[in-house]
């Protein structure tokens, strides 16, 4: 998993206004704290968190953290990999961002188990907004991902698909994951919190309680 951690001013500051940085922040950890723990139900033979700044009480025990390279985010997801392929060679490798506190654990479970991975060499979880939430490969190695993922446009609504032409372009076979929304605008944290009621984050909006009508 990469993220940052939730310090006011520096994440989420998309959804101000409506929210205070601080609100915003409180967002941001709660839905740091929904992810990790669905990641934390999830097979895995390690977690890894790969964060931008310090680890707090959000944190579940069984995690390693690593700090995030510089550079910008391309650079930064290429380098988690490299990190996972070097403290686990032969092992598949996913990597998720903070923005979907609504993903299911059923949603990575099935498709990444044992019995589901023969003949796939990438996973790819796209975006409502033409990005992409999650992308796992089989046989990760630094070059690959720089080859996947270094240059390639962030922050564009086509950034997924710019990412698929890499996989096709290394012959991969890819299997979709569903799409998810990343929570970046206040109009998508209350899409995502009605997916998941339940969850912290949606708990925690509920608290802040601005209006709909404020975000128009």
Do not use: N, Y
Request: aromatic letters at 4%; a neutral charge; hydrophobic letters at 45%.
């Amino acid at each position: 998993m990469i993220a940052k951690s939730p310090v006011p001013g520096r994440v989420k500051t998309r959804l101000t206004p409506p929210c205070t940085p601080e609100q915003a922040a409180a967002l941001a950890e709660a839905a740091l704290a929904d992810t990790l723990d669905t990641l934390g139900r999830v097979p895995a033979g390690r977690r890894l968190l790969v964060l931008d700044g310090e680890p707090g009480p959000w944190l579940p025990p069984g995690w390693q953290v690593v700090p995030q390279s510089g550079g910008g985010l391309d650079a930064r997801l290429a380098a988690a990999f490299a990190h996972a392929a070097r403290i686990a060679p032969d092992a598949p490798a996913l990597l998720v961002g903070m923005d979907t506190p609504q993903l299911d654990p059923a949603v990575l479970a099935e498709p990444l188990s044992p019995a589901h991975r023969p003949g796939v060499d990438a996973w790819f979880g796209p975006a409502g907004d033409g990005g992409f939430w999650a992308l796992g490969l089989a046989g990760p190695t630094a070059r690959l991902a720089d080859r996947l993922l270094l240059g390639l446009p962030m922050s564009t609504a086509g950034t997924g698909q710019a990412l698929l032409d890499r996989l096709a372009a290394e012959r991969l076979t890819v299997r979709r994951l569903p799409v998810l929304t990343d929570v970046d605008t206040f109009r998508d944290a209350l899409q995502v919190a009605a997916e998941a009621p339940g969850g912290r984050f949606a708990a925690r909006l509920r608290a802040i309680g601005v209006a709909p009508e404020m975000t128009a």
